[in-house]
């Protein structure tokens, strides 16, 4: 299929297998491209019951879009963008709706590094998505670090995590682990590093149909040794703060709460994009009353004005082109954001009959 993702089929069960460790597994177009066109053959092969997807590497399922793509292709000016960076999207977009969408058991092993566009290829939809976490996973939608916002879906996903639970990872870009991912909805079972030989296995000696049960079972015994839940400890801390009309209102309860928990997430929300911030904010709060697809195409809209502005631009170039971790945020500060700036994000990029996702 692709030097980067290999695609099997065993006991009919579609095995998918992402193969770019130098690069944690970052999904390039031609990555997406691969991805979809084995999830569509897939989902009209009878010979196919159940789909698992993983990685050659123990250190990340998938870190994300591959960002340098997104510097290069967006150009370094403003408002500026390519066709590449069109199709990136719009197929990416395209393939977490045929995740969420897929019908069959849509099996995730998120070990590792789970961030970004990698929770777009993990979260399959309710009643057919099954994802297993281990004490490596370390997940994120930490977009708002870059100067862009939660999107593949997260703005679904986060928004319907329990209280503020979503409100606070996508604002701040916190990084959780396996337990406070089962917790916040984000992620189902839990299963030691040191038996997923024994869980993948299952794969050659389970038929597809059965191997969402057979899992669970695997899974069981080891469900207590996920650990304890920091955001179960903080929710009401995180559910007071973070339940605030507005960032701004959020910077200022966290502030003046002593806390360590309440501290780190300031120190974390003031490296931040404050922009991309109030973007996300306004972002969940819309999607909370919208379906998979309208998230989808209100991320799409959103791409285009985030590179029509330039934050993820700089973002990108600070973290991953530059590296000196400097962003030169515009505006710089949260209390020169505004309500027009705020609004210019969610204003139509398309008329709705030629949107690029119409179709979903």
């Avoid at 058991?105 to 099954?130: F, K, N």
């Avoid at 994802?131 to 593949?152: H, L, S, W």
């Avoid at 038996?195 to 207590?224: H, I, K, N, Q, T």
Wanted: a negative charge; aromatic letters at 6%.
């Amino acid at each position: 299929m692709n030097q980067h993702v290999h695609a099997r089929v065993v006991n009919r069960t579609g095995i998918l297998t992402l193969d770019r460790p130098k690069a944690l597994n970052s999904l390039s177009l031609d990555m997406v491209r691969a991805l979809t066109a084995a999830l569509l053959a897939w989902r009209a092969d009878d010979g196919v019951d159940a789909v698992v997807i993983g990685s050659t590497s123990d250190k990340a399922l998938c870190a994300g879009g591959d960002i340098r793509f997104f510097h290069q292709a967006g150009g370094a000016t403003p408002g500026t963008g390519s066709a590449l960076l069109e199709d990136f999207f719009t197929e990416e977009y395209t393939l977490n709706h045929l995740v969420h969408f897929h019908g069959k058991p849509y099996i995730s092993l998120m070990d590792g590094v789970v961030m970004g566009g990698g929770m777009g290829i993990a979260q399959g939809g309710p009643g057919c998505g099954l994802r297993i976490v281990t004490e490596r996973t370390r997940m994120a939608m930490p977009e708002v670090n870059i100067g862009m916002f939660p999107d593949v879906g997260g703005s679904h996903f986060l928004a319907h995590a329990p209280g503020r639970l979503g409100v606070y990872l996508g604002v701040s870009g916190a990084t959780i682990g396996a337990a406070d991912a089962l917790y916040a909805g984000l992620a189902d079972l839990f299963v030691p590093a040191a038996r997923l030989d024994g869980l993948r296995a299952l794969v050659g000696s389970v038929p597809g149909a059965a191997l969402p049960e057979a899992m669970r079972a695997f899974a069981a015994p080891f469900a207590a040794q996920a650990g304890d839940s920091e955001l179960s400890a903080q929710r009401a801390s995180i559910d007071r703060h973070f339940g605030a009309a507005s960032v701004a209102d959020i910077v200022a309860s966290l502030a003046g709460d002593p806390d360590p928990f309440a501290q780190a997430a300031l120190a974390a929300m003031r490296r931040r994009s404050p922009l991309m911030m109030c973007v996300t904010h306004a972002m969940l709060a819309r999607a909370a009353g919208m379906d998979f697809a309208d998230c989808l195409r209100m991320e799409r809209s959103l791409v285009r004005r985030a590179f029509e502005h330039g934050e993820i631009l700089e973002g990108v170039r600070a973290l991953a082109v530059d590296k000196d971790n400097a962003p030169r945020w515009n505006p710089p500060a949260l209390e020169q954001v505004t309500p027009e700036m705020i609004e210019r994000f969610f204003a139509p990029v398309w008329p709705p009959y030629a949107h690029p996702l119409r179709h979903l």
